[in-house]
């Protein structure tokens, strides 16, 4: 009996562009699989192709001049072993949807990044996180995985059963394969709560008293504008496990109303701040699932420091104060755990993200990066991968002790480098 052919898969013209607007992807055609068996045979008869996720980086990682995939019209998959506290989930799936999700089995992430719209797929890839001392990277949940390589086939990895090679292959800037699905560590489900609180003193800018900030909760972030203080903290803290923190603390005084990152924007968009206990879902994040938090008219950057180097850092940057803020909408700090990822921006050491949301001026915000970046240079920054930089390649390749067995896998993997693009080309080289 001849076999069914798999039914024809829908092809965008192009691309388009990021949810910025400032990254074009390429000419395409995007291609737009409805299984897997469409998928393998895109890849089977490809000799270039890149995966495109939600399109939330800033930066060309997902851009192409040949053919793209995305994978928002394959199958939602979500399947729960809540024994093992796993979910396999399809990379395509949205944090927020699988959040939802895995309430429904008394389930959670253990931490979220700041936007639910994100997919799993595309955020493990590009080393995306979310905040918390005790917290690692969202790859770093990821305990197997599973890619379309470029012959065609299916290739499955797991934690315990490659640990000679699976810390390369999360996140691994799609220069491996298409990961199709990625299963997933899950913690029980909690309740949380949320403050804010504001206007910190300049006196504590000190390294001693920023790192209690940021140890005041489960999940903090920090907001500033480079004048020398702490303009607002957002503590996400476990009910029962995180000390509720009083009015005022270290200086800075709890938010009567919720807030908005940015100074005088409404906070419709955003999570409970009330201190009234919730699902995490409906905590983690700093914005609602149900909510587009900005018309995507901004640039990101940011850089990774050790967590010790934090004052020192945000005192270096803080002498530009006076020209980064006309460009700036809000800047963040937050924390990650040190992981064991190849390429993870906190590769063995403990984490302190700085974090900028520029408005959208390319030329201005490019002009000025290099000089962050030379005040940052004596603090071993490391960009994040899909956020704009302008460090020059080789000095981020010095920050990755193990790229060269990265490059060994991927030699292994794709050999032909049908998964390149100019973007990893550039930054990984080999």
């Given at each position: 009996m001849t076999p069914a052919l798999p039914a024809p898969e829908h092809s965008l013209e192009v691309p388009g562009l990021s949810w910025s607007g400032t990254v074009d992807y390429g000419p395409g055609p995007l291609h737009a699989p409805t299984s897997l068996a469409q998928l393998q045979e895109l890849v089977g008869r490809s000799s270039r192709l890149r995966a495109l996720g939600t399109r939330h980086s800033f930066s060309e990682?997902?851009?192409?001049?040949?053919?793209?995939?995305?994978?928002?019209?394959?199958?939602?998959?979500?399947?729960?072993?809540?024994?093992?506290?796993?979910?396999?989930?399809?990379?395509?799936?949205?944090?927020?949807?699988?959040a939802l999700a895995a309430a429904e089995h008394g389930l959670a992430l253990a931490t979220m990044g700041s936007l639910p719209h994100i997919s799993v797929g595309g955020a493990s890839a590009t080393g995306t996180h979310g905040s918390g001392d005790r917290h690692r990277s969202l790859a770093s949940a990821?305990?197997?995985?599973e890619l379309v390589t470029a012959s065609g086939?299916?290739?499955?990895?797991?934690?315990?059963?490659?640990?000679?090679?699976?810390?390369?292959?999360?996140?691994?800037?799609?220069?491996?394969?298409?990961a199709t699905h990625l299963t997933l560590d899950l913690v029980p489900a909690a309740p949380m709560r949320q403050t804010v609180h504001l206007d910190f003193p300049a006196e504590r800018m000190r390294g001693e008293d920023l790192l209690a900030m940021l140890?005041?909760?489960?999940?903090?972030s920090l907001f500033?504008?480079?004048?020398?203080?702490?303009?607002?903290?957002?503590?996400?803290?476990?009910?029962?496990?995180?000390e509720q923190l009083p009015e005022t603390w270290l200086g800075g005084r709890r938010a009567r109303e919720a807030v908005h990152?940015?100074?005088?924007?409404?906070?419709?968009?955003?999570?409970?701040?009330?201190?009234?206990?919730?699902?995490?879902?409906?905590?983690?994040?700093?914005?609602?699932?149900?909510?587009?938090?900005?018309?995507?008219?901004?640039?990101?950057?940011?850089?990774?420091?050790?967590?010790e180097d934090l004052a020192g850092a945000l005192a270096a940057v803080t002498e530009l104060g006076e020209r980064i803020r006309p460009l700036l909408h809000a800047s963040e700090v937050r924390t990650v755990a040190a992981d064991s990822l190849w390429l993870s921006p906190a590769h063995g050491r403990d984490?302190?993200?700085?974090?900028?949301?520029?408005?959208?001026?390319?030329?201005?915000?490019?002009?000025?990066?290099?000089?962050?970046?030379?005040?940052?240079?004596?603090?071993?920054?490391?960009?994040?991968?899909?956020?704009?930089?302008?460090?020059?390649?080789?000095?981020?390749?010095?920050?990755y002790p193990r790229l060269g067995d990265f490059r060994a896998l991927r030699d292994r993997?794709?050999?032909?480098?049908?998964?390149?693009?100019?973007?990893?080309?550039?930054?990984?080289?080999g």
């Open positions: 990682v997902a851009a192409s001049d040949g053919p793209l995939v995305t994978l928002t019209s394959m199958p939602a998959d979500l399947e729960f072993d809540t024994a093992a506290r796993t979910v396999r989930v399809a990379a395509g799936v949205r944090y927020g949807e699988l990821v305990r197997a995985i086939e299916l290739l499955a990895l797991s934690r315990e059963g490659d640990p000679e090679i699976f810390d390369g292959a999360v996140l691994a800037l799609g220069t491996l394969g298409i140890a005041g909760g489960s999940s903090v500033h504008r480079w004048d020398g203080r702490i303009a607002q903290a957002w503590v996400k803290q476990r009910v029962g496990e995180d990152p940015l100074p005088g924007m409404p906070a419709d968009s955003c999570t409970d701040q009330s201190g009234e206990p919730g699902p995490p879902h409906e905590r983690l994040p700093h914005f609602r699932l149900e909510f587009t938090p900005s018309n995507g008219e901004e640039i990101q950057s940011e850089y990774f420091v050790a967590r984490s302190a993200c700085v974090h900028f949301t520029w408005k959208q001026l390319p030329q201005q915000v490019e002009a000025l990066l290099p000089e962050i970046e030379e005040r940052l240079a004596p603090y071993a920054p490391r960009p994040h991968w899909g956020k704009v930089f302008t460090m020059d390649p080789a000095a981020v390749r010095a920050q993997l794709d050999p032909d480098r049908m998964f390149r693009n100019d973007y990893v080309d550039r930054l990984l080289g």
